[in-house]
């Protein structure tokens, strides 16, 4: 399928498929924040933007007020759910998490969907814990789901180019498989464009599909493409995944990951228009508004959107706009 040029058939095939799993015709989306706690990071991926070494003048660790005013700006807008996303920070132990979670959840009534799987093996080394403890902790202070950030691709070839310090694959396996016995709901992602094989990318796809096979867990996958600009990586790589790769990736991840319920069609990277088509290609949800992100526009990406926007492009694609909640809930909302 990655060596066809039949790009039509392959989004005729992958359209199917979305249709069986969402007969209604609704394209979901999120109102959620992104909240970037800290930018101090250890380990200096060749793809980030974002990071700050430690000591550095421009790194912060956003105090609790700011945080708890995100919140709350959050709410006001219709918001159901917080992100909290952050570099590896080498001091910060699971106490500081769980006193932020449990102060969260005495405040606010706000699903925590936070720290992908290189956070919380960080979390477990700082703190001298098991991933176990660590994640049941976590669960225990207010952690309601966890994202699939951290997985670019999950082959250590790969990781070892372009993230030589963050988590390897097994780890980032056993997270979820950790969280999931745990009861816990997460999501997939896949960073491709970063000089990867197809070989590698199927393998990627191969895991995700086996940890879903076994435990049922993950709510959705959610592929994007390596933005270069800024990142060191970029000097390398000096094409980014065109529109043609990105539509094809989906319709495949469609395809292959027939087994998750929810992919997402994003804009964040490849822009309204180019989500628009990924209806057509096996998305059927478009993701967050994104109130705020700093991780991807680091790295030069400045979409944006707003909530009427998002719904007109899914109703002008012929499908029912609808807001959810992170485990891909409609009932509740319009
Ligand atoms: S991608 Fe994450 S782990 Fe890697 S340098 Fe950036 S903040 Fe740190």
Same mark, same amino acid.
């Given at each position: ?10 989004g005729m ?5 979305r249709?069986k799993?969402?007969? /209604? ?6 109102i ?27 790194? =912060?660790?956003?105090p ?5 005013d995100?919140i ?6 219709g918001?159901?759910?917080i ?18 979670l ?10 925590c969907?936070?720290?992908s ?8 080394e700082v703190?001298?814990l098991?991933?176990?403890? %660590?994640?049941?902790?976590?669960? /225990? ?6 994202p ?9 070839a790969?990781?070892?180019? *372009?993230?030589?310090?963050k988590?390897? %694959?097994q ?7 950790t ?7 997460? %999501?997939?992602? $896949? ?10 990318? $199927?393998?990627?796809?191969? *895991?995700v ?6 435990t ?20 390398f790589i000096?094409?980014e ?20 319920e ?6 964040v990277t ?15 949800d ?12 680091a790295?030069? %990406?400045h ?6 926007e998002l ?7 012929g ?5 959810r909640?992170?485990?891909?809930r409609? =009932?509740?909302?319009?």
């Amino acid at each position: 399928m990655f060596r066809s040029d039949d790009l039509i058939g392959l989004g005729m095939e992958a359209d199917a498929i979305r249709r069986k799993h969402h007969p /209604d015709g609704v394209v979901s989306y999120i109102i959620d924040r992104n909240i970037n706690y800290t930018n101090f990071c250890t380990e200096y991926c060749s793809f980030c933007a974002f990071y700050r070494p430690m000591g550095s003048k421009e790194g =912060y660790i956003l105090p609790r007020e700011v945080i708890f005013d995100k919140i709350q700006e959050t709410i006001d807008l219709g918001g159901t759910g917080i992100l909290f996303q952050g570099g590896l920070h080498p001091d910060l132990k699971i106490e500081w998490y769980e006193d932020l979670l449990r102060a969260i959840k005495a405040k606010f009534d706000i699903w925590c969907h936070c720290f992908s799987a290189p956070e919380i093996t960080n979390i477990a080394e700082v703190s001298g814990l098991s991933l176990r403890d %660590t994640i049941a902790r976590l669960r /225990d202070a207010g952690l309601d789901s966890i994202p699939g950030g951290g997985a670019e691709i999950l082959d250590d070839a790969v990781r070892h180019r *372009i993230s030589r310090l963050k988590c390897g %694959t097994q780890e980032w396996i056993d997270v979820h498989r950790t969280a999931h016995e745990l009861g816990m709901r997460t %999501t997939a992602t $896949m960073m491709f464009g970063c000089g990867e094989t197809i070989e590698q990318r $199927m393998n990627h796809f191969d *895991i995700v599909r086996q940890i879903q096979e076994d435990t049922g867990g993950f709510t959705a996958f959610i592929p994007w493409a390596f933005q270069r600009e800024l990142t060191s990586l970029g000097r390398f790589i000096k094409e980014e995944a065109t529109s043609v790769e990105y539509l094809k990736t989906l319709a495949i991840s469609r395809i292959y990951l027939d087994n998750i319920e929810n992919i997402q069609s994003s804009w964040v990277t490849p822009g309204l228009k180019i989500c628009q088509l990924g209806l057509r290609f096996g998305g059927n949800d478009v993701g967050s508004i994104m109130i705020e992100e700093n991780v991807v526009s680091a790295a030069g %990406t400045h979409h944006q959107a707003t909530e009427e926007e998002l719904r007109r492009m899914i109703r002008d694609a012929g499908f029912v706009p609808k807001q959810r909640d992170t485990l891909y809930r409609t =009932y509740f909302l319009n």
